[in-house]
């Protein structure tokens, strides 16, 4: 659906904020949902356009972000990722973000991780090697004046050490879990979101180092992600991290 659509005229639906949805937002859920619904008619869906449907009582719950990216899409930009994971009792049980651009589908069933090509699948393998750090700049700023990610990508020790890239979907979380970021930084409250939940059950399976924006245990605190290949990168950001001023 997301790659059908491309290029096309798509309308656009207010959410406020500045927030949109696409009709290729909408269509591309709708797709998902019914195969969600057919597999498992008795698990409960949460999706970032339609909100939560099915038994209130499901211990099983899907997260659909359907089109992450919604405005590099708009623009006609070719970044964009499909995120689905499976939240149970005992935590994410598996989890999927598809480019759907470059035909590769990144996945985890909990104790693993892997990316599929052309039916084939590989393990996602870390590197911090590249320097590259995606920084999410979007807004709400959660946790201004504390910490703005403007003020990182200024700060001397992140130019001298690492080479910023925003890319405005949570794509570039999977690319830290296949090696092809050395790390991911945002703010906000990430629990349970349909937008996060997928790349970091990816990067925790993958073996990367996953916590909070201040090095917190995920979920607790002022919340946020840093998610690093390696412990040696995770350690620089948060010691850039707690350079910035507090309020």
């Not at 639906?13 to 969600?36: M, S, Y």
């Not at 689905?84 to 005992?90: E, H, I, K």
């Amino acid at each position: 659906m997301v790659r059908a659509q491309y290029g096309a005229s798509s309308a656009r639906v207010d959410k406020g904020g500045g927030d949109f949805a696409t009709a290729t937002d909408i269509e591309a859920e709708r797709v998902v949902v019914e195969v969600l619904r057919a597999a498992r008619p008795d698990d409960a869906v949460v999706g970032e356009e339609s909100g939560r449907t099915g038994p209130g009582h499901a211990g099983r719950v899907w997260l659909v972000d359907p089109l992450c990216g919604t405005l590099n899409y708009a623009a006609r930009t070719m970044l964009v990722a499909v995120n689905v994971a499976l939240r149970t009792a005992s935590g994410i049980a598996v989890a999927a973000s598809a480019d759907p651009f470059t035909d590769e589908v990144f996945w985890t069933d909990g104790p693993s991780a892997w990316v599929r090509r052309d039916g084939v699948d590989s393990p996602l393998v870390p590197s911090g090697e590249s320097r590259l750090v995606d920084v999410n700049l979007d807004p709400p700023f959660a946790i201004a004046p504390d910490f703005r990610a403007a003020r990182l990508l200024a700060d001397p020790g992140f130019v001298e050490r690492f080479r910023p890239r925003v890319v405005s979907t949570t794509l570039a979380v999977a690319w830290v879990a296949a090696g092809r970021r050395a790390a991911y930084v945002t703010e906000g409250d990430l629990q349970d979101s349909v937008h996060f939940t997928s790349g970091i059950a990816l990067c925790q399976a993958a073996g990367c180092v996953v916590t909070g924006i201040q090095g917190q245990p995920l979920h607790t605190g002022v919340g946020g992600l840093v998610v690093a290949a390696d412990r040696e990168t995770h350690t620089a950001l948060l010691a850039l991290i707690g350079n910035q001023p507090a309020s």
